[in-house]
């Protein structure tokens, strides 16, 4: 394999942790704020800590999932799945601090009450 598409295939193994991560993010927030919906999750929560309080912080973003085992199947691959961890929860964490969740709640419940 050429320098060429050694750095094709890097590229493109990139782009699909950033598209993986990302999808992993979203799908914490809607999570979070679903969470809140229920009254599981107080919507005053602003950061990843507290949420710890409530819930298992660390299964948002289906970070216990089947999938999470097939994106990072090997033993020796846990610390790249630790740092994938830590970036989704750093996010979500600056989500939370930003006031994020409490507006995409508020919005969400508009939504709810329009029926």
């Not at 295939?9 to 993986?20: H, I, L, Y």
């Not at 090997?74 to 970036?87: G, K, R, T």
């Not at 995409?104 to 329009?114: L, N, V």
Request: charged share 25%; net charge negative.
């Amino acid at each position: 394999m050429s320098t060429d598409e050694r750095d094709m295939s890097t590229d493109k193994r990139n782009a699909a942790v950033e598209a993986w991560l990302r999808a992993r993010i979203t799908q914490a927030r809607s999570e979070i704020v679903d969470d809140m919906i229920e009254g599981i999750v107080p919507a005053s929560v602003r950061d990843f800590s507290t949420l710890h309080s409530h819930v298992d912080a660390n299964e948002y973003g289906g970070l216990c999932d089947e999938t999470v085992r097939a994106t990072f199947p090997a033993a020796d691959d846990v610390p790249s799945w630790a740092v994938a961890c830590n970036h989704i929860q750093q996010s979500v964490h600056g989500w939370l601090a930003e006031g994020g969740a409490l507006a995409d709640y508020t919005s969400r419940r508009a939504r709810i009450a329009r029926g």
